[in-house]
């Protein structure tokens, strides 16, 4: 059977998993209408295994890491409609996606499964579980949007397409692209980081010369978890706030969850301090189109959210200010390259630079802005979509903030023994952004 070397850093993720934090991207998406079995199956197998061949090949590791074609390949192994319980509501998706994400994905087959969750809010949702040692967050997203109609504008696979049909990939991928990339890197330090070796010690020393986060003594992560998202927020009403306050909605939205974990621990009576958070960035060229083989290219930036401030405005100032400083230094960013030298190694040294990693700081966010108009999958109208991506070493909180027509929705994937109640705290965060609005907003 013909094999394919996997790329060492995707082989790394692929040996990354641990029963308490899968290296799994988790994304749900909610339609209005309700998608039939055909339908979905015809959009499938032309825009998803069709284009993509890691959808169907299977990891193999044998004398190396490879991607093989799986010879029993069926979308029948990879898709499952499953019901939700009365009232179908959103805490009945959520605790179904809950229920998943301690459970592996089947190394026999591709790594990849689909839930078509029937009778959502009277439409269909989709909970898509892919495993990350096919793509990086940013390329999955892409990957997902072009299963929409009209999604060739977000992957742009056809290599010899017209110059205005490329014209049109590079704009729309450039809509959907990680803030990160927008607010928290310079140009030039993308290219810096773009161009370095997978063996450059630079990279490495900054990961191992950054002190650890305050707050990891000795931090546990156990099978329970739960995931959970908010009512859609206008965008306008963040962009407002920004635009009163002299800052960015990034700004905005990362002060409010700073705000929130301020309120969980003063609650819990637990000690009060900033807290790191690892933001992941896209290192994929937007304006090029996906290749067939997918993979993990980006850059990571270790930011401080500062919980220690008081009230909301001093997050927000001390927020922006943050942030201004990441733009412009490049000492905070770490490439991801290493994860290439990292695949090589035994699995004993990567476990043990993974908890470096996670050591240094105590939450994932992720931020994604979506397509700024409506789009449909066979007809129906995507209402929302959410994601979020895994939480390595003993990570057990997971961020997720995702922009679409209009609307910015945030996620919330936390591990119970270190945040017992995530519903409380996606209250904390509708709080602080009500907080944020509100006084911009005051004459």
């Given amino acids: 059977m013909t094999r394919e070397a996997m790329r060492h850093a995707d082989a790394a993720w692929l040996r990354m998993d641990h029963p308490n934090n899968l290296m799994v991207v988790n994304s749900v998406l909610w339609f209005d209408d309700p998608v039939s079995d055909e339908d979905l199956h015809a959009v499938l197998g032309e825009r998803l295994v069709g284009r993509f061949r890691r ?17 029993d390949f069926d979308l029948a192994h990879h898709v499952h409609r499953v019901e939700l319980p009365p009232p179908r509501g959103r805490r009945e998706l959520e605790k179904l996606v809950a229920s998943y994400l301690t459970v592996p994905l089947d190394r026999a087959r591709p790594l990849w499964q689909l839930y078509v969750v029937d009778g959502y809010h009277g439409g269909t949702a989709l909970f898509f579980r892919l495993h990350h040692c096919i793509a990086d967050g940013i390329a999955l997203t892409r990957v997902l949007l072009s299963l ?3 999604g060739e504008q ?3 696979v056809v290599a010899d397409a017209p110059e205005k049909a490329r014209g049109l990939v590079r704009e729309v991928a450039g809509s959907v692209v990680h803030e990160a990339v927008q607010v928290a890197t310079h140009p030039r330090h993308l290219v810096d980081l ?6 450059d010690a630079r990279a490495l020393a900054k990961l191992v010369g ?4 305050p707050g990891v003594v000795v931090r546990r992560t156990g099978p329970d978890k739960q995931v959970v998202w908010s009512d859609p927020i206008p965008l306008d009403r963040v962009k407002a706030a920004g635009h009163a306050t002299g800052t960015t909605v990034n700004d905005v939205l990362l002060a409010a969850v700073s705000g929130a974990l301020r309120a969980d621990r003063e609650r819990r009576g637990a000690r009060v301090h900033d807290v790191r958070v690892l933001v992941p960035f896209n290192l994929h060229p937007l304006d090029q189109p996906l290749p067939s083989s997918l993979g993990n290219r980006f850059g990571l930036v270790y930011l401080n959210l500062p919980v220690s401030r008081a009230t909301p405005h001093e997050r927000l100032e001390e927020m922006a200010r943050r942030m201004s400083a990441i733009k412009r230094s490049a000492e905070g960013t770490v490439a991801y390259g290493i994860l290439d030298v990292i695949g090589q190694a035994p699995s004993v040294i990567e476990k043990v630079v993974v908890e470096v990693f996670a050591a240094k700081g105590s939450a994932v966010m992720t931020n994604v802005a979506g397509p700024r108009e409506p789009v449909t999958l066979a007809g129906s109208k995507l209402r929302g979509t959410m994601g979020w991506v895994p939480m390595s070493g003993s990570i057990g909180l997971g ?7 209009g609307d910015v929705i945030v996620g919330l994937a936390v591990d119970t023994l270190q945040v017992p109640d ?14 944020l609005t509100s006084a911009a907003s005051a004459p």
């Fill in 55 to 71: 959808f169907r090949q299977r990891a193999v590791e044998d004398h190396g890491t490879w991607w093989e074609d799986d010879p």
């Fill in 148 to 150: 929409t109609d009209d």
């Fill in 154 to 156: 977000y992957v742009g």
């Fill in 194 to 199: 773009a161009t370095t070796s997978a063996s």
């Fill in 210 to 213: 950054l002190p650890f986060d």
């Fill in 399 to 405: 961020v997720s903030i995702f922009s679409y027509a």
């Fill in 422 to 435: 995530a519903h409380l705290l996606m209250e904390d965060v509708v709080d602080e952004l009500q907080a």
